[in-house]
């Protein structure tokens, strides 16, 4: 029986989707002005395998991740690079996109744009307007009044009087509350905009994801999901927009990830510790990436350092050393076990630390097999290990691939290359054939030295890069 933290409520609910056998989900997608960072990460790795396990689970799932291609910031980096904000948005797409696929995480089932949903947009915003839950200025640009929705704060726990007391008087400011929040902007010199009912304009970025996720999953869907940071304002702004034009319940399931910490600092480019993908996989392996961002419950803060990625990366070999031990084969006895325990973590609020801990006792029951002799054992453990590991997005590349793999950014990790190590361990063996151990000996410590592990067994000598 799946339970999800529910956001809204602050427990753990039994999911019980609005239509039998469905999953509608739909998470905040990516504002395309710059690379994607570490948060961006964490988030979509977290609801990338929330939608893997749903689907392993039998769920038909229904996936949307929009793309925010219209914006403040959008606008100021194209003006800044003196280029259309079309060309600098496609740009940043295509870049996300790439590093989305290393990061193993599976294309949406849909992928809205901002852009591409203009009259949705309007269509919602004058709906609000209709309804009285907003307004247009003389200026051209329209407002949510937030004092129209009662429930306002739900999400957040905040209070309209404290957030009252707190909010900065703008000067000149058209809007009846400080806290009403702009639901189209009215053109300004050089900006790209759309015409409407209000006179020429681009939306505000709230209102954007209430009009693409309603139109695509309707007025109720079952999962709402996005980083901790969109709690408030974002999501709460949607739910006023959503429940305040059709009256109706909008999600039932907020799910939100924790923070990617540095070193225990606040990742901000403020403190020089922000990084984003692109630089992380110029060190490590995509594949370390997303092992780390799995390795705490999604829902706490997750701490970034290398040391952490160094042993993801160690893990994973333990992983893939087991796996190059095996030819997966058939079920055997004791799989059901693994797969109902697996089931059992996962359920409970998609625990992926227990999930990988359960793994790792996989693993080692695929060594202590094969060290037994009971070799057609451990071949369908480990079938059965790499089909759990691609629940989670892991353990899907070639053992031996891995293990020899090169450091990112080098040819190799240690300057050798795979022919010269295969040329040395060929030494080495003939060596150990004419019983010379010293010679045998030396090669194994300049292999280890050049930062080679050798694994001798019984079907011959393994190596892997240290």
Known sequence: ??????????????FTPIEEGKASIYVCGITVYDYCHLGHARCYIVFDTVTRYLRRAGYQVTHVRNITDIDDKIIARANENGEPFSELTERFITAMHEDFEALGILPPDHEPRATGSIDGIIDLIGTLIEKGHAYAVENGDVYYAVASFPGYGQLSGKRLEDLRAGARVEVDSAKRDPLDFVLWKAVKPGEPSWESPWGQGRPGWHIECSAMSMGLL???FDIHGGGMDLKFPHHENEIAQSCGATDEPFVNLWMHNGFVRV???KMSKSLGNFFTIRDVMQRFHAEEIRFLMLSSHYRKPLNYSEQELASAGASLDGFYTALSRTRPGAAVPGEQAYSQRFAEVMDDDFNTPAALALLAELRKDISRKVDAGEQDQADGLATLLVELGGVLGILQQDAEGWLKRSRPGTDSNDGLSDEQIDSLIAQRNAAREARNWG????????????GVVLEDGAGGTGWRRG
């Open 1 to 14: 029986m799946l339970k999800i933290h529910n956001s809204l409520t602050g427990t753990k609910e039994v």
């Open 263 to 265: 070193d225990e600092e």
């Open 218 to 220: 309707g007025q109720h």
């Open 439 to 450: 010679e045998a000996d030396r090669i194994r410590d300049e292999l280890k030295d050049a």
